[in-house]
């Protein structure tokens, strides 16, 4: 497998209907993203990035145009390849963090792995490498009432990129963050795109959080309407 070609969006469009009316929520989105960029997309409330990013994970389907994710056409794969090539090759980072309330921070954040059937032994040594990469070493057995939302963030970073996936896709991750807060998380996904080459592709209207990226994507109405890099 090619790992250079991390995703490409071509000319996607994903019409949503409300009653009488269609939504366009992407219009002809063309989108290529190679290994180790990171990205940030903007735009205003409505403007598409969260079908964007379930288009580019495979979670939803264009009506138009094709994504390649590892230059493998999703519309070609059943529901089941799909969702392998998800569990390999893409964390997911989400606004509202999505922990698991009755698992510990390290129960949550070596979930993928037990997905993928990583003995018990390989995944914890793994997981407590990675949460003390993100800074919480010690909190491993909190359950995620027990960490602030900062800290369940960093849980949800780790449960992201702990199966070394090429794409993570983040939906607004800093959201509910206060901005120091926030900033290390951007730190944190700085250093784990340096030091690991993953490819990071994160939504945001925060344009503190946007001047940390190296390429913006602006949509609005579901069209690119910039694409810039630094
Ligand atoms: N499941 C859905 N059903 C109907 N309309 C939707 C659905 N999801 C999104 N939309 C519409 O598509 C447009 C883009 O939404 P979204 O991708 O959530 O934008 P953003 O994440 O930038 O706020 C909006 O007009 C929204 O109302
Ligand atoms: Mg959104």
Redesign the pocket.
Known sequence: MNRENVLKLENVSRL?H?GEQA?R?LDGVSLDLKRGEFVALM?P???????LLNVAAGLDSPDQGRVLLLEQDLAGMSLRQRARLRLNEVGFIFQSYNLVPVLSAEENAEFVLLLRGIPTAERRRKVRALLQEVGLTGMEHRRPAELSGGQQQRVAVARAIAAEPALVLADEPTANLDSETAFALLDLMERLNREHGTTFLF?THDPRVMKRARRIVR?LDGKVDRDERR
């Open positions: 949503y409300q939504v929520a735009g409330s409505g403007s598409g990035k969260t079908t939504s949509l």
